[in-house]
């Protein structure tokens, strides 16, 4: 009998998977719902005795089957693990990708799973951290903190009763490298937790996820009941947000997990000291984590230390999305540039017309002139260019958009956001969105006692305000899409 | 069961958790489709807040509601990505197809940024939106 693969994460499923298997099912074909191989662009890509057929349609079925009379061809990419897009990549996060059925413990043990676990528990709670610290692993969330001093000083604090908190928050445009790896990796995830558990002897884990994702949720929930025993004595739970992008920073998510409104809290003291409850909280991203079952395996911290360039070590699983002809997720080692990202792996825009911008890490992040696209992905280099990786998505917009539009927008968001605990954001985000309204409307802008060139100032001088003075990321990178926008489509402004 | 009974009924199946708050909150608007007064007024009382906390936090959040609304609901992501694929140009017909009978709202990203302009009904997503998927997944809502 024929076997055939199809993914049944969120994206497959809304680009009609369902009914395609359930056609090749109809055929009397095998199928297995396996977890996506990132290439988006041909979802759903149906899998046969490692040929790939992709978009594949319910009326593209009788074309495919039989294999032999090759008639699917116009649909066929060749063997998939061959294909360009995959070949190029280092997948270490996202080893499984396209290989496993999510849920299938023997899938997830017959490909590595838990050996991380099952090796980091011989080892001891400071040979643990001082192995991810080796690695160089640092926050795949945004912010690039490294995770090994995280770790100590949760380790070191002294009350006894500890968390581990997954941020599966993930609320940037342009991103979904962490729903991918929760709804097709998701014992990756668990067994990373367990990890961290370990490392800083915490007893109960969350996983919070943005409501949103409600494939991701029921996908976690089902693989913490059914390797519960693995990890035990450790605990898990799945907590969902209630659709606000501030809870995807960490303090704000913590209070959210507590119960309350999801505002920021000042720091210090930092969630390691004092984080969930009150107690120390080792709180890192889903990419952070699942990370860690690589890294704690035999000899993974050394090659993922090779691997990058500088400070930057390791893989970066990348999200091409947006204006994009062939998007979706490509790991790499840091230091590919934006030029090969976009053009070499991502085929330009989708539209076909000349890439405008792209917009990296998330509706926060700068919007990046193709004039600069030989800006290597490495954190120091990004933030030097006055950009941020963030969660490393990549939004490319064609020559259609309207930079003044896309910096009114970051303004609306941050207003419609903020969490509303500290002034620069919660006001100057409502100032932005009016200044950059007056500036777009020109000469037809109400008359008053300040000149095109004065809003301009003020408008810069905001940014500033909001970039120094706001409690978090929100407040403070919001200027980032503004000022880049600004500085480099100034005729967008007139 | 009297309503009061179902209420009792969801507070006492995750009070005793740590943080029974959000859990609480998604079990009500499940169950009733908003969270009125009487339920703030409710919930406090069993988890030992003042009803000002809880509203507080009903109010903070974008999903939660005060007051049923018994219409379908489309979601159709507006941010960035889903942006640079097209999707503003939808929204003038979507608005049209939806008038006063479906609910559309905007979110901010389902997370399928590749495949966009994206829709989301219940738990079921859209990807790939041209005007003409749009405004029939509206109808169909």
Redo the contacts between chains.
């Keep these: 009998m024929t076997t055939v693969r199809i993914a049944d994460d969120?994206?497959a499923?809304?680009?009609g998977a369902d009914a395609v298997a359930s056609a090749f099912a109809q055929a009397g074909c095998m199928v297995e719902r396996v977890s996506s191989w990132g290439m988006?662009?041909l979802?759903p890509l149906v899998e046969i005795d490692g040929i790939g057929w992709g978009p594949v349609s319910v009326a593209d079925v009788p074309k495919i089957l039989p294999v032999s009379r090759n008639d699917g061809e116009d649909l066929c990419i060749g063997p998939i693990a061959a294909h360009p897009f995959i070949a190029r990549q280092q997948r270490l996060t996202f080893k499984r990708a396209g290989k496993t059925r999510p849920l299938s413990l023997d899938d997830y043990e017959a490909t590595g799973g838990w050996a991380g676990l099952h090796r980091a528990r011989t080892l001891s709670p400071a040979q643990v951290i001082a192995e991810v610290t080796g690695s160089g692993l640092r926050g795949r969330g945004g912010a690039g903190f490294p995770t090994g001093r995280k770790w100590q000083t949760v380790a070191e604090a002294a009350n006894p009763r500890k968390y581990v908190v997954c941020n599966a928050d993930?609320?940037?445009?342009?991103?979904?490298a962490?729903?991918m790896l929760m709804e097709g990796d998701p014992y990756a995830l668990i067994e990373g937790m367990a990890i961290t558990a370990h490392a800083v002897s915490a007893q109960?884990g969350y996983i919070y996820v943005r409501?949103?994702?409600?494939?991701a949720v029921a996908r976690l929930e089902a693989a913490i009941a059914l390797s519960a025993a693995i990890v035990a004595p450790f605990r898990l739970e799945v907590?969902?947000?209630?659709?606000?992008?501030v809870c995807g920073e960490e303090t704000s998510l913590l209070n959210?997990?507590?119960?309350?409104?999801?505002?920021v809290r000042a720091k210090p003291p930092l969630p390691a000291v004092a984080g969930l409850?009150g107690c120390p909280t080792a709180i890192n991203n889903v990419l952070t984590l699942t990370a860690l079952p690589h890294i704690l395996a035999e000899g993974g911290a050394e090659e993922y230390a090779r691997l990058g360039i500088d400070r930057s070590r390791g893989t970066k699983p990348i999200?091409?999305?947006?204006?994009?002809r062939c998007?979706?997720l490509f790991e790499t080692a840091f230091g590919i540039t934006l030029r090969e990202l976009v053009y070499d792996i991502g085929g330009g825009t989708?539209t076909g017309r000349p890439v405008k911008a792209v917009?990296v890490g998330g509706?926060l992040g700068a919007y990046i002139h193709p004039d600069r696209f030989d800006l290597p992905f490495d954190y120091e280099a990004f933030t030097a260019a006055d950009a941020l990786i963030g969660h490393g998505?990549i939004?490319?917009?064609?020559d259609s958009?309207d930079m003044s539009r896309?910096a009114r927008?970051a303004m609306q968001?941050c207003a419609a956001?903020s969490?509303g605990k500290c002034t620069p954001c919660r006001i100057g985000a409502v100032r932005g969105v009016e200044l950059i309204d007056r500036i777009r409307a020109g000469e037809d802008a109400p008359a008053i006692a300040r000149s095109r060139r004065e809003d301009l100032v003020l408008l810069e001088d905001l940014c500033e305000t909001m970039r120094s003075g706001s409690l978090c990321a929100l407040g403070g990178f919001a200027p980032f899409p503004v000022l880049s926008a600004l500085r480099h489509w100034p005729e967008d402004f007139a | 069961m009297s309503r009061a009974q179902r209420l009792a009924g969801i507070i006492a199946a995750h009070n005793g958790r740590e943080g029974p708050l959000l859990p609480i909150l998604h079990a009500v608007q499940a169950a009733f489709g908003c969270i009125d007064r009487e339920a703030e007024a409710e919930i406090a009382r069993a988890l030992n807040l003042s009803r000002a906390e809880v509203h507080g936090v009903v109010s903070f959040y974008h999903d939660f509601r005060q007051s049923a609304d018994p219409r379908p609901e489309v979601q159709l992501c507006r941010a960035e990505a889903c942006q640079a694929r097209g999707a503003e140009a939808l929204v003038p017909a979507a608005e049209a197809a939806a008038g006063e009978r479906v609910r559309l709202t905007v979110v901010h990203c389902l997370g399928l940024c590749s495949v966009g302009p994206n829709a989301r009904v219940g738990d079921d997503l859209f990807a790939r939106l041209d005007e003409v998927g749009l405004v029939r997944l509206i109808g169909a809502a």
Excluded: K, M
């Design positions: 969120a994206l499923l809304a680009c988006h662009w979802e993930e609320g940037d445009s342009g991103t979904f962490d729903r109960q409501s949103e994702y409600p494939h907590r969902v947000g209630a659709g606000a992008y959210s997990l507590e119960g309350r409104r999801g505002e409850f999200q091409l999305a947006g204006n994009i998007g979706g989708a917009q509706p998505g939004v490319v917009f064609d958009a896309q927008l968001f956001e969490c």
